[in-house]
């Protein structure tokens, strides 16, 4: 089972930021925080991982709160080809490939 | 070609057929791995390759029969399968070491009629 909680579904407008959060209050101190995303008909992509600074590349940035049980990605200026399901993803450290275990993640719909 | 292809992207089959899904990676990868999406499911993990060595069978049936000659290709023998085997199957590759992100291809739909 997934380790960690989002909400079902999000809007948000085209070129305001997109905030999506993730509950994962079982979290251990191994144990990375990862996005994915996946737009319809294709496969999931990478979109960032972070520990517990947060971090920023060109497609988003995460913020982790300091006790590490809950985390925000932020796209910046969402775009309509940002819709999206999001996948936030806790990291197992079990076995040599450490996992991914998909929940249903976040639908997000930005909207015109 | 660059990233991580698939074919066929689409895929019809009866139960009594036998045919197969090919994944090549040509990113210099090590790791392999397969998923199946089902409707209105999260991605399951079916199948690891480490090094061209399964390392992982996550319960899978044996009608599903993954192959890998080498790092850069995988392939999914399916054969009796079922119709509630419907689902996007996907492949992914990675560095085979702890927290290296997976890069996925962009899948095969497979309905069994």
């Known amino acids: 089972d997934a380790k960690t909680t989002q909400p079902t579904s999000m809007d948000c407008a085209e070129g305001r930021a997109a905030n999506l959060p993730c509950n994962h209050s079982t979290i251990s101190g191994n144990e990375y925080v990862y996005w994915y995303r996946q737009i319809h008909s294709q496969g999931p992509q990478y979109i960032i991982h972070?520990?517990?600074n947060n971090e920023t590349n060109e497609m988003a940035s995460l913020i982790i709160t300091e006790d590490r049980k809950s985390s925000t990605l932020i796209l910046p200026h969402a775009t309509l080809r940002d819709t999206a399901v999001y996948y936030c993803?806790?990291?197992?450290?079990?076995?040599?490939?450490?996992?991914?275990?998909f929940g249903k993640g976040t639908k997000l719909s930005v909207k015109p | 070609e660059t990233g991580v292809t698939q074919t066929p992207r689409h895929l019809v089959m009866g139960m009594t057929n036998k045919k197969s899904l090919k994944c090549e990676q040509h990113l210099g990868h090590n790791a392999m791995y397969w998923y199946k999406q089902s409707a209105k499911k999260p991605l399951e993990l079916m199948f690891v390759?480490?090094?061209?060595?399964?390392?992982e069978n996550n319960s899978v049936p044996s009608r599903f029969s993954p192959e890998c000659p080498n790092s850069s290709h995988l392939f999914l023998h399916l054969h009796t399968l079922q119709p509630e085997d419907s689902a996007l199957y996907l492949c992914?590759?990675?560095?085979?070491?702890?927290?290296?992100?997976?890069?996925f291809g962009p899948g095969t739909r497979l309905t069994v009629l």
């Open positions: 993803i806790v990291r197992p450290s079990r076995g040599s490939q450490g996992n991914l275990i």
């Open positions: 992914a590759s990675s560095q085979p070491s702890l927290y290296n992100e997976q890069f």
């Open positions: 390759y480490n090094f061209k060595e399964q390392t």
């Open positions: 972070g520990l517990k």
